[in-house]
């Protein structure tokens, strides 16, 4: 288990402040109600020239590596 710098708490796997700062930037973003027109150009990119670069991204984050630093573990 790593220790966080922030707050001195221990968090390993699963880290408690990430899903805290996920979960409320998650929360603002749908207030914003700006969903709609974040789908609308993620549609976009993928007809456009990044659309490989983009399915390269979820290819390496389907395979449990997003940072392409070798085979992910697994259990």
Do not use: C, H, W
């Not at 027109?37 to 659309?51: F, H, I, N």
Request: net charge neutral; aromatic share 4%; glycine share 12%.
């Amino acid at each position: 288990m790593e220790k966080s710098k922030a707050d001195g708490k221990i968090e390993g796997e699963g880290s408690y402040s990430a899903t805290a700062d996920y979960n409320k930037r998650m929360a603002d973003f749908l207030k914003k109600g700006n969903v709609d027109e974040a789908a609308r150009e993620a549609m976009q990119a993928l007809d456009s020239e990044e659309a490989g670069m983009l399915k390269d991204a979820e290819a390496k984050g389907k395979a449990g590596d997003p940072k392409g630093q070798g085979k992910a573990k697994t259990r």
